[in-house]
T-cell receptor, first 115, second 113 residues
Framework: QKEVEQDPGPLSVPEGAIVSLNCTYS??????FMWYRQYSRKGPELLMY????GNKEDGRFTAQVDKSSKYISLFIRDSQPSDSATYLC???????????????FGQGTILTVHP | EAGVTQFPSHSVIEKGQTVTLRCDPI?????LYWYRRVMGKEIKFLLH????????ESGMPNNRFLAERTGGTYSTLKVQPAELEDSGVYFC???????????FGPGTRLTVT
């Protein structure tokens, strides 16, 4: 079983739609929950991170963490064609004593927002 | 401020050859990480440097992979001899001391034929 499960999609939505991207994880030791965005032929770019359960909002993006269910989500409101990219969840750290800084990634969801 | 840079952007080599990938982290970042993504799989951790010391190399696949970080600045990842299954995109990332914000380079796409 993978440590982090993420539906690879692809996900295609019309411009203006609300997008929901999700990951589940199995190890309750994960402390920080990140969302990265990766455009084609580029490196991952940190979008948002959360530490505790609950919601965190940044513009059109909302990150949600439910530690009791080991479930994290990223919502994109009013999606734009420029949001078309691969979205990766990443969790950190699993064991701060021996692997400080090691990110564990989901497989990534390919999102296309069409005009 | 310059971001993380990686060289080359793409490398095609034959099985059995040697390849060296280079990463230049953001200036002042003590932490440097190598990750790899093989086709159809998730990005996986390879190793972590703190300055010039290897903090964690638990993700290195085998002893054909050798990573170094000279003087705590740039890092190289050498694959010798390369095998077909080493094909993938190799990412480097860096972060400040005790920070969870890792900044990624554009990656090196390695193709072993």
């Amino acid at each position: 079983q993978k440590e982090v499960e993420q539906d690879p999609g692809p996900l295609s939505v019309p411009e203006g739609a609300i997008v929901s991207l999700n990951c589940t994880y199995s190890n309750s030791a994960f402390q920080y929950f990140m969302w990265y965005r990766q455009y084609s032929r580029k490196g991952p770019e940190l979008l948002m991170y959360t530490y505790s359960s609950g919601n965190k909002e940044d513009g059109r993006f909302t990150a949600q963490v439910d530690k009791s269910s080991k479930y994290i989500s990223l919502f994109i409101r009013d999606s734009q064609p420029s949001d078309s990219a691969t979205y990766l969840c990443a969790l950190w750290p699993q064991d701060s004593g021996t692997s400080y800084g090691k990110l564990t990634f989901g497989q990534g969801t390919i999102l296309t927002v069409h005009p | 401020e310059a971001g993380v840079t990686q060289f080359p952007s793409h490398s095609v080599i034959e099985k059995g050859q040697t390849v060296t990938l280079r990463c230049d982290p953001i200036s002042g970042h003590d932490n440097l990480y190598w990750y790899r993504r093989v086709m159809g799989k998730e990005i996986k951790f390879l190793l972590h440097f703190v300055k010039e010391s290897k903090q964690d190399e638990s993700g290195m696949p085998n002893n054909r992979f050798l990573a170094e970080r000279t003087g705590g600045t740039y890092s190289t990842l050498k694959v010798q001899p390369a095998e077909l299954e080493d094909s993938g995109v190799y990412f480097c990332a860096s972060s400040q001391e005790r920070s969870y914000e890792q900044y990624f380079g554009p990656g090196t796409r390695l193709t072993v034929t």
